[in-house]
DNA sequence: TTGACATGCAGCTAATTGGCTGCATAATAA
DNA sequence: TTATTATGCAGCCAATTAGCTGCATGTCAA
């Protein structure tokens, strides 16, 4: 699961999906096409991805599929995964600035 | 270089190395290959990756290369870009909830 | 010096990925 | 009803990726 999210932000093309929603919830398929420059079929793979992650939520609203933005997983990601990583193991950081320092200066 | 980082950290294996140096910094190649049961050369080759993306860097020591954990990208990410998701943004994921309960509960 | 050890580098292969085309289906508009 | 529009689905292809093997190089220990 976390690594579906992970995978599917690897991706430019999703990131500025991900961006788009971001700026504005309920966009159909056609209006997200608009400016990556690709194929509408590529774009659906994409937000397919996506919604796999568990990243973007979709309601039918007659022939439009209106995608939204689901931030909670990025949100659980931050919390989970990240926040070690800056948080409770700075000292790290200092460790590392140590260790690289200690004896090559080339 | 944003991509990178992303890219970097899609893949599980990788993730695991990041792990496995927040534990314990300076570690070598063959000390990280334990436990992965995956040949060295792929081990390197992921750590190389991480090295690329500034996730890792490295000291010689002999024969011996060690291995450090560098947090800050991930923390820039982070406040660059995933806090957007969660923060600023927070009323986006009630305006998603309205969305989605406005008029189909099949 | 010689043998063992740590790593790098080149190249192979199978699987995955990200784009594409073509056609099918369902909903709206004329 | 018929034409148009929004989307889905299947399949193709080139590029990337993640594993592997084999060999070369450099360092340490005996």
């Known amino acids: 699961m976390m690594d579906a999210i992970f995978k ?3 991706d430019p093309t999703r990131r500025a999906l991900l961006d788009r ?3 504005r919830q309920g966009q159909t398929l056609t209006e997200l096409v608009d400016g990556l420059g690709m194929r509408r079929q590529s ?9 796999g992650a568990g990243l973007v939520s979709c309601r039918w609203q007659g022939r439009e599929k209106l995608h939204y933005l689901n931030p909670l997983p990025i949100a659980e990601i931050s919390r989970r995964w990240l926040d ?5 193991r700075a000292a790290a950081i200092l460790n590392l600035r140590d260790a690289l320092q200690e004896n090559d200066n080339e």
Not at 43 to 51: F, M, N, S
Not at 84 to 88: A, L, P, V
């Open 84 to 88: 070690r990583y800056s948080g409770e």
């Open 21 to 23: 929603l971001l700026e």
């Open 8 to 10: 599917a932000l690897a």
């Open 43 to 51: 774009v659906a793979k994409h937000l397919a991805v996506l919604e």
